[in-house]
């Protein structure tokens, strides 16, 4: 199964910082709303019960508030490959796990992509906070060492 080798590291743990040497084209657009799927998939099956689940969830997704026309495009023609693997086609589950990592489906692919939630940063400032505050209440002053 091919793939694009290991996930990168943050930035801060890289040995070589390298600048960036292509410039960024700003381009100005709108998200785009998600289309409803047709009625039928291509072929005229019926959608499977959980690609029109997944195509929810895609709605939902805080990554689809980015979205344009050509981006909700590529996931339609996902929603067909989705729907087709969970009928029994298992031979296009490289193709359809290749095509929703560009979107950041999983946890890997949005640190290839450098896409992080925010919600991630605040959630370990807090454990990072309770961790102090129950140092500071003496909490582990019971325990001992042990050999």
């Given at each position: 199964m091919a793939g694009r080798g290991p996930t990168p590291k943050p930035d801060e743990k890289r040995a070589?910082?390298?600048?960036q040497n292509a410039?960024?084209?700003i381009v100005?657009?709108?998200?785009?709303i998600q289309p409803?799927?047709?009625?039928?998939?291509?072929?005229g099956e019926p959608w499977h019960p959980h690609t029109i689940e997944w195509w929810e969830r895609w709605g939902e997704d805080p990554l689809?508030?980015?979205?344009?026309a050509s981006d909700w495009s590529e996931l339609m023609d996902c929603a067909a490959i989705h729907s087709q693997f969970w009928s029994g086609d298992f031979k296009l589950a490289g193709e359809l796990r290749l095509r929703t990592g560009?979107?950041?489906?999983?946890?890997e692919?949005?640190?290839r992509l450098r896409i992080q939630f925010a919600a991630a940063d605040?959630?370990?400032?807090?454990?990072?906070?309770?961790?102090?505050?129950?140092?500071?209440?003496?909490?582990?002053?019971?325990?001992?060492?042990?050999?």
């Open positions: 070589r910082r390298n600048k410039a960024l084209t100005e657009s709108a998200p785009v409803e799927l047709p009625e039928m998939a291509p072929g689809a508030g980015e979205f344009r560009k979107f950041g489906a999983t946890q692919d949005r640190a605040e959630a370990d400032e807090k454990r990072r906070g309770s961790r102090a505050s129950a140092d500071s209440r003496g909490s582990y002053k019971s325990l001992k060492v042990v050999d």
